[in-house]
């Protein structure tokens, strides 16, 4: 059953990176093209600046699973030097369960959030796009981040059993 | 108990829950959430969770990160860091001690590129580390001088954790990057230094000079290896200086203008590009989900007021305002020997910063002077990253050898620290020509 849950955490993770790495490149082509169009032929490109902080809070959102399956996040690695193996392992799992459930709170909140943007029909000022199906994203990503933590948490809790 | 006393609890247990293990940005976060429901209970905590991730996530002025990340990555994958350092080698190889100048020289100018001081360490000792092996410089030396100038990266804009500075307590980053540059050519002139004493001192450091170049190669090593920084650089920080762009304009032109020229000149492969761009998302993901952890954290302390009890407590003990930057540096060198640089960027600030502020010391000066100490935290034992990142470049070579080959760039840390105090204009003057 964890192992499902890993290979499917792991692909939509995957899946999510290379989504995150097209908003990056549009970030750098919208915000260029509007510096082009803005010095060059007196016209900003219209809500460039909405377009990036939107693609902005995506390719942040997407990243955050592949780069906890992958150990990105920096921790204070005394530990490793402190505690016996065991220990360390126990301490993980205990550690990555607390961490899951930040992350699910954040998601529940962060769906509540949206859901009163969408109720009270809130949009951007330039574009008039809708700031929940956005934020709503966020909340999955976390989501996805709460089981990839779950799964290494459950992966130690085994491990130190063993 | 009172809001100060919990404050102090809060950091204690901060750093006590760091020991376990736990990634940094959800220690912030989870003891940052505790302490708010402690504070003004659970609804309130819980609304904040969505509002200031919401904040960190959905920030234009943050997207300045992402985009100086990808500049710094696509200049390390497309050979800039090799362009660089042959050019420092032909122009300084003759001199005494001249191949670790030149790599001083190089990392001062893959600094204007990358905003990272683990990323110029990694692509620069990468490149030099070799060479100056091979031409018997002693493994100190080598490894010491290129550990030392990657933190020039974090000085020389542009500069992440001038990013980071200048989010946190809401100051311009077009300052903040301008105000870098005197410092940063400072500092590379100090490490210069540093090299020639002890190439005098100690004349067995340094190998013998290397072959001599004609007049015609060190042009070509010196338009091809350094033409396109010069150009980019100009490019970004012309274009902030006279308030053609926003920090986030600038990076965005800066990655797309060396994608270009890299393009263009056939030196990036696909395989580079991609491996560029993840290390940019996966950096950038790793920063903001810190920022996001400590904007909770911050909230926290804020609501126990310890960041105005003890900017209040500073004051009234009535010491020298210069003897307390010296104590804050001093906190920075010993909490950046144990603790991640960002980090301690990320805990400090909301208690040093209201500090500064109340002893009127002018924002921009004072965030090039924390700056400066987290670069000393850089390459400080036993958690100086940038000596790590050389280990793993150099492995054969013993940590405290890297360390001991740190000191003499130490004490040029040191000296510009001096300077930065006594003459507070080198950090101050060209940000108050900004338009």
Not at chain 2, 228 to 240: D, S
Request: hydrophobic share 55%; with cysteine; glycine share 8%.
């Amino acid at each position: 059953m964890i192992d499902r849950i890993f290979a499917v955490t792991n692909s939509i993770a995957r899946y999510s990176t290379v989504i995150a790495g097209v908003c990056l490149m549009s970030i750098v082509a919208v915000t260029t093209l509007n510096i082009i169009a803005r010095r060059f032929f007196m016209s900003p490109i219209l809500g460039a600046h909405e377009a990036v902080e939107y693609l902005g809070a995506l390719l942040i959102s997407l990243t955050l699973a592949y780069n906890q399956i992958n150990k990105e996040n920096i921790r204070f690695e005394l530990m490793d030097v402190l505690f016996s193996a065991r220990t360390r392992v126990a301490m993980e799992s205990v550690t990555s369960f607390i961490c899951a459930i930040l992350c699910l709170l954040i998601a529940w909140q962060c769906s509540v959030y949206a859901l009163g943007l969408w109720e009270a029909k809130e949009v951007s000022l330039t574009m008039g796009i809708p700031f929940f199906p956005v934020i709503f994203v966020v909340a999955a990503s976390f989501v996805l981040l709460a089981l990839v933590l779950f799964v290494e948490s459950m992966k130690a809790f085994a491990e130190m059993r063993k | 108990m009172s809001g100060p006393i919990v404050g102090v609890i809060g950091i204690l247990l901060l750093l006590l829950v760091m020991l376990t293990g736990m990634p940094i940005a959800f220690v912030f976060g989870v003891l940052g959430f505790l302490g708010v429901i402690y504070m003004i209970g659970l609804q309130p905590a819980l609304n904040m969770l969505a509002l200031d991730v919401w904040d960190v996530f959905g920030s234009y002025t943050l997207t300045v990160i992402p985009v100086f990340l990808l500049m710094g990555m696509i200049a390390f994958h497309s050979g800039i860091s090799q362009r660089l350092y042959y050019a420092g080698h032909v122009m300084f190889g003759r001199v005494r001690g001249g191949l670790a100048m030149g790599t001083i020289m190089a990392c001062a100018a893959f600094s204007a590129c990358c905003g990272s001081s683990p990323a110029t360490a990694a692509s620069m000792g990468a490149v030099s580390l070799p060479e100056m092996r091979r031409y018997k410089y002693a493994d100190s030396l080598a490894t010491g001088c290129v550990a030392a100038a990657g933190t020039l990266g974090i000085l020389i804009p542009p500069s992440i954790a001038m990013v980071i500075y200048g989010i946190m307590t809401e100051n311009s980053i077009g300052k903040l990057f301008i105000a870098g540059i005197l410092p940063g050519i400072l500092l590379t002139v100090l490490y210069i230094l540093a090299v020639a004493v002890m190439a005098f001192i100690k004349p067995d450091l340094v190998g013998p000079p290397a072959q001599s170049s004609t007049l015609k190669e060190k042009a070509t090593a010196l338009f091809s290896g350094v033409g396109e920084t010069v150009i980019i650089f100009a490019l970004i920080m012309g274009g902030m200086f006279l308030g053609y762009f926003t920090p986030t304009e600038a990076g965005a032109a800066g990655a797309a203008g060396l994608l270009l020229l890299a393009v263009l000149r056939r030196q990036l492969s696909w395989k580079g590009f991609v491996t560029a761009v993840m290390s940019s998302l996966s950096s950038t993901a790793m920063i903001m989900l810190i920022i996001a952890g400590a904007t909770i954290y911050g909230h926290f302390l804020s609501l126990t007021q310890l960041p105005i009890v003890s900017a209040t407590w500073v004051l009234e003990l009535g010491w020298h305002p210069y003897a307390i930057v010296l104590v804050i540096l001093g906190i920075y060198l010993v909490g950046g020997c144990f603790m991640d640089s960002l980090a301690l960027l990320l805990l400090t600030l909301p208690i040093f910063y209201p500090v500064s502020q109340h002893l009127g010391f002018d924002p921009i000066w004072f965030g090039v002077l924390v700056v400066v100490a987290m670069e000393m935290a850089l390459i400080t034992p036993p958690v100086g990253i940038n000596v790590y990142v050389i280990k793993g470049v150099a492995r054969d070579v013993p940590l405290q050898t890297i360390f001991k080959g740190i000191f003499p760039f130490l004490i040029a840390q040191i000296v510009l620290v001096l300077i930065l105090i006594f003459l507070p204009q080198t950090a101050t003057y060209l940000p108050s020509l900004m338009k």
